[in-house]
């Protein structure tokens, strides 16, 4: 879902390479986030990026059971480990998943500025039953 064509002039932003944080390369998934129910969970610390970043793409992935409930899931990027960090326009990303092991993982990305250095932390928030759920952040730089 991202396209690198390298850098050159334009009237829109370019990217040269993606960075991961909050990639687990031994179990092949994310680091593990658990969800609030009647509010937002805690936010947890993905990791910090190396690149300047100019565009955004969070991923939520399975559980470590590989079964899922049926609801929806919100999340929200942020600098800091305070809900004072939320970083403007980095909120309010949406996937949604059924009983019948069904997952959408809808977030598309979005363009916003993460400085090089950056912690990043991220929470979520289950419609149902709290079920911790996988993510990595991608960073195009």
Known sequence: MIDLFGGGDGLHWVGTGVESVG????????????????????????????????FVVPWAGCNSDAT???DMLSFDLASGSATTDLIPGLE?????????????????????HIPAGTTLYL???????????????YGVY
């Not at 929470?123 to 952040?137: L, N, P, W, Y």
Request: hydrophobic content about 30%; aromatic content about 12%.
């Open 23 to 54: 990639a687990a390369t031994a179990s092949s998934g994310g680091t593990s986030v658990t969800p609030g129910t009647t509010s937002d969970g805690t936010l947890t610390s993905m990791g910090t990026n190396t690149y300047d970043w100019g």
């Open 123 to 137: 929470r979520s928030q289950f419609g149902g039953t709290a079920e911790a759920k996988d993510h990595i952040i």
């Open 92 to 112: 309010d990303f949406f996937t949604t998943s059924n009983a019948s092991e069904f997952f959408t993982d809808s977030p598309l990305g979005r363009y916003c």
């Open 68 to 70: 899922l409930a049926a």
